[in-house]
């Protein structure tokens, strides 16, 4: 994985996509930026925001469901407002067989956001804190090369609610393998991560991006379990976010990406502070954080 600066971006074709920023996604050691998406086809649930640990205050909003004021000032926060109830009639419907969609938002008209974090490499016993005193919805998109030395570490946040997805062994540049070594990435993960965790996950995230919007890749995760490819519209920094938009604003169902990173790639922050911040820049847009499973339906069995 390649470490990007926050205000350095790369441009790439993704299918018959047009060109977009590309940012690496996932940096060594839970570093990295944003990568390309293509154009999405669904948008993501709503977020939960909080004041911020640098720049202007956030708006103060009633706290989601499950947390509290004095909880949120514990992490010298501002409580977001809560998401919406989850809608019965979900955008995304995925089949049980055939190809699977790739999106990287979720067509809704609730003002909210979903926050998805991935690798694992920082373990950081306060972030576990941290989320469970916001009670912030999250999907991990984790790889088993990177948190294999402690899978323990995730299990308290799956026990908030907080699913688990595929994002390959050892976080490669899809594109530039052969269908076996494509398949293996995405196989191996989804067995890893299925008997850890007790669950196989529904979707797959490709590093980088990379890859998602190619028939070969595609193959691969259907043959492997997963039944949609998930990218992103922004990507967090460590004060800010960077924007696929050109006037760099949230909008309704975005996927926002993130990372497990400690101090060595956040330039001195901790993982909390840069979540934080996180929470405020989707604060101060006015959104809330749902999660973005409960905007899925998954396949009839």
Known sequence: MSRVGRNRTRTYAAGA???????????????GGSAAQPAPT??????????????AAATPGAAPAGANA?????????????????????????????PVPVFSDIKTTDKVVFVTIDDGAEKDPKFVEMLTDLKVPI????TKDIVKNDYGYFKPLQGLGNHIQNHTVDHPVMSKLPADRQKAEVCDDQTALTQQYGTAPLLFRPPFGDGANTPMLNTSVQQCGPRAIVLWRESMQIHDMQYQAADKKLKPGDIILAHFRGPKELKGATMTQMFGDLLAR??????????LEDYIQAPAA
């Open 282 to 291: 989707i604060q101060e847009q006015g959104f809330s954080v749902a999660r």
């Open 42 to 55: 669904a948008a993501p649930a709503a977020p939960t925001g909080a004041a911020p640990t640098s720049g």
């Open 17 to 31: 996509l047009a060109l977009l920023a590309f940012a690496t996604a996932c940096g060594d050691n839970g570093g």
């Open 139 to 142: 999907s991990m998109f984790l």
């Open 70 to 98: 004095a909880a949120w000032a514990k992490w010298n926060l501002t409580p977001l407002a809560p998401a919406p109830a989850p809608p019965a009639d979900k955008p995304v419907k995925l089949e049980r067989t055939g």
